[in-house]
């Protein structure tokens, strides 16, 4: 089975450089965009089904990536975006030393009061991908956001601590996974 796992497009709010975790923001124009870009950058890839978060951002760069409507994207809530709490809409760069250690090395630093912690980013979205794979599809894709992507990632390339934090995903970056007999390898990583 091949993986697709897809980070949205860009919104408003990333554009602003904003902590944007729970809120359902929409792509903007250049999230569009780059949808359209990464779809016809993938060519013909037919997907057996398109899974995303249950966000409209994650929900509208699935449908446009794998070139199905709304309507037939399965929803699953262990792909919604990491609860930033407090930091929901605060600058990058702006805030307290520990959210800001927190989210360049969560290995290392815990979750400030109010941040969801990388244990349960990693339970929910390993627990989504053991039962993926379950499936007999040979092409998935999942969309999804830069904060959930970094543990799937690291489910799907055998990694001990369960993540591939660095370097963040961009927007509508797509690595490809191959998972075969319960082994995993990266195959691709397509930059728009």
């Not at 899974?51 to 929803?75: C, F, K």
């Not at 520990?98 to 627990?127: C, G, N, Q």
């Not at 904060?147 to 970056?173: A, Q, T």
Request: glycine share 6%.
């Amino acid at each position: 089975m091949k993986i697709w796992i897809a980070r949205h497009g860009q919104t408003r709010l990333n554009k602003m450089r904003l902590m944007q975790g729970r809120t359902d923001e929409p792509l903007n124009e250049t999230g569009i965009a780059q949808a359209k870009a990464a779809r016809k950058k993938i060519g013909y890839i037919r997907f057996d089904a398109v899974y995303a978060s249950p966000l409209d951002r994650a929900i509208v760069t699935g449908s446009i990536i794998g070139n199905v409507d709304t309507s037939d994207i399965i929803i699953d809530n262990r792909l919604i975006e990491a609860d930033f709490g407090k930091y929901e809409q605060k600058k990058y760069y702006l805030m307290n030393p520990a959210m800001m250690l927190y989210w360049t090395m969560p290995e290392l630093f815990p979750a400030p009061a109010t941040v969801e912690k990388l244990s349960d980013l990693i339970e929910r979205s390993h627990s989504f991908l053991k039962e993926l794979e379950q499936k007999d599809y040979e092409n998935v894709l999942v969309s999804c956001h830069g904060g959930i992507m970094r543990p799937l990632s690291g489910y799907l390339m055998d990694r001990p601590n369960g993540i591939y934090w660095r370097p963040k995903p961009k927007n509508c970056e797509i690595r490809v996974f191959e998972s075969k007999g319960g082994k995993h390898s990266m195959i691709d990583d397509i930059l728009i």
